[in-house]
């Protein structure tokens, strides 16, 4: 699918990991303004306390991974040898996205998920917000999140922490052509910023009619 006479956009929140993504793309749906659709990836990593099923992912087998990558179905995937084993996260063209319609959609994604949803549907239908934070306020929140979990584990914490740090380069940002950085050290105004910039390539997208004088 490329980007022929589609009205939607898909916008990525990308960052790294305990940079306030979840948070703010729960904000983000929320408002009622944007009227954003939320598109639900899929992961085999265990689902965490605080998660629910359909929401901030599906949480599934790794055998139906495997079906619907033989059946065609994977826009993209990320695998990661964790302290845990091998944890896959993917997005499947399963229904969730139709960029024919007048739709908007928010997603988190890394930078390689991202190239792969731009070439899957069109490098000027995806659109990244990165979010950026100081990376000693990420690892205490980082942390602290961890402890909430019933077997918290410090020693993958270390090990995304420090993967990020390479992932999330700026070169690698300036390579995926991610310029723009939505600072968040006060997440309102870091919402605000995002959803000003979401707001205005909607009325690019769907300028509002001229009003004969």
Not at 65 to 71: L, P
Not at 125 to 140: A, M, Q, S, T
Not at 141 to 152: G, T
Not at 157 to 162: A, D, K, M, P, Q
Request: charged share 30%; proline share 4%.
């Amino acid at each position: 699918m490329k980007d022929g006479d589609n009205v939607g956009k898909i916008f990525c929140l990308i960052g790294k990991s305990s940079s306030g993504k979840d948070t703010i793309s729960k904000m983000l749906l929320l408002d009622e303004e944007l009227n954003l659709k939320p598109v639900i990836p899929y992961t085999t990593r265990p689902k965490r306390h605080n998660e629910s099923e359909g929401l901030e992912y599906h949480f599934v087998a790794e055998e139906l991974v495997t079906y619907y990558r033989k059946k065609g179905k994977i826009i993209e995937q990320r695998d990661y040898n964790t302290t845990n084993g091998r944890w896959s996260y993917c997005t499947i063209d399963d229904g969730q996205i139709n960029l024919s319609e007048d739709n908007y959609y928010l997603l988190i994604a890394t930078l390689e998920s991202y190239k792969d949803l731009q070439n899957y549907f069109g490098p000027n239908n995806v659109i990244p917000l990165y979010v950026e934070i100081e990376d000693g306020v990420r690892l205490l929140r980082a942390i602290n999140r961890e402890k909430q979990q019933s077997q918290p584990n410090y020693e993958e914490l270390c090990r995304r922490f420090i993967a990020d740090s390479n992932d999330f380069s700026k070169h690698n940002l300036k390579y995926f052509g991610v310029d723009t950085y939505y600072l968040n050290e006060n997440i309102s105004e870091c919402i605000n910023n995002i959803k000003t910039d979401i707001l205005s390539v909607m009325l690019e997208t769907h300028p509002p009619n001229s009003v004969d004088e």
